[in-house]
């Protein structure tokens, strides 16, 4: 595969977290840094033919003014999350990169990331149709433009508000003569998925929203032999949330209530200010812990933003449990931690992922994904553990045959 190129598109490129990928991506393939924190960086994935990372390339949509390296320069100063010898070698890269970014759409996205947009391209469809036809003139030309034999879609763009999928969206018949409307029967992100996935493109989704989530989409996915993931990257509380709750499952203790309390800044804290934006990602957030448990303790989970946190996160978590003789014991962590450091390497995981199993001619969920995410699609295990299992058991059967 020496001469195989790929390309990375992530839908809301220039954020945080677009931006610290492409950052992370230059600096891994240039030698600058080790690939901390990326699971395919790992001596079991050694067996895989996935693509090395010096061989992607990098573009994306953005309903923004902003750059890469503009972004980068910005964490850099308010977050202090890079250093400047990091910053300097993938300069090229993030300047070349910039160059491959489109303006995207806001059609049906909700007024809270209509109000971030500041290009005036992101208003000009009026039907999903339109931006569909759009987005993919973009992702053809992307794709040819820098001779690429694949491309990843991954959407790490804010969450939207909730959407309530209705018989419309059930099979791809019932949907496909909708998309000519002009009231929108589908959100901004299952805009963008469809126009992937209808390219024939592997389609991650990073994010709450509900993107690839509707049964039309699965099918679509099936007929263009399409790789899903998804939904909601898993990187910090919930992670931990994924982790401790076996635990107690295992161990017979009775978890009597959880509550969890997040504050953040960023670009993400500030769109889940808004509390229909908030509740896509609570709703998350919270199913969790009785989906491991197999019944429902009281839980509480709340979001705050704060803007002087920048791009870091806090979660304070407190358990009550049950133990032996009904004796009422506690638990309390705090996990701090950047929210793009987190979600960056493993966006580049999914994306050496599905690229690989594209290939192998894989099509629809990939149940064996479901570790990277908070409401994995394609399966309902959601003890860490488990899924880990289950991807390792993926890793062992697909190294005998690739």
Known sequence: ??????????????????????????????????????????????????????????GGHDIRRGRFLETVLELHARSNIFTTAQIDIARPDLEDWAHNVRPGTVLASGQSITELAELPEVRQVHTPLDAIARIQADLKEFQKGNSLDQVVVVNVASTEPPFIAGDEHSTLAKLKPLLERTTPVIPSSSIYAYAAIDLGLPYVNFTPSVGSCLPAIHELARLKKVPLAGKDGKTGETLMKAVLAPMFAARNLRVMSWVGHNILGGGDGRTLASPDNKSSKVQTKDAIVRDILGYKPQTHVSIEYI????????????????????????????????????????????????????????????????????????????????????????????????
């Open 1 to 58: 595969m020496a001469k195989h190129r790929v390309g990375l598109w992530l839908i809301g490129a220039c954020g945080s977290v677009g931006s610290t990928a492409a950052l992370g991506l230059s600096a891994v393939a240039r030698g600058a840094t080790a690939p901390i924190g990326m699971v395919t960086a790992t001596p079991a994935f050694d067996r895989l033919n996935l693509d090395s990372l010096d061989k992607f390339v990098v």
């Open 307 to 402: 803007e002087s946190l920048d791009d870091w996160k806090t979660a304070w978590d407190h358990l009550h449990f049950e133990g032996f003789l009904g004796t009422k014991m506690m638990l309390q962590f705090t996990w701090q931690g950047c929210d793009s450091i987190l979600a960056a390497p493993l966006m580049l995981d999914l994306a050496r992922l599905t690229l690989f199993a594209q290939r192998r001619g894989e099509a629809g969920p990939l149940p064996h994904l479901a570790s990277f995410f908070k409401s994995p699609i394609g399966v309902n295990e959601h003890d860490f553990f488990k899924q880990y299992m289950m991807l390792g058991e993926y890793v062992s059967k697909a190294s005998l045959t690739s």
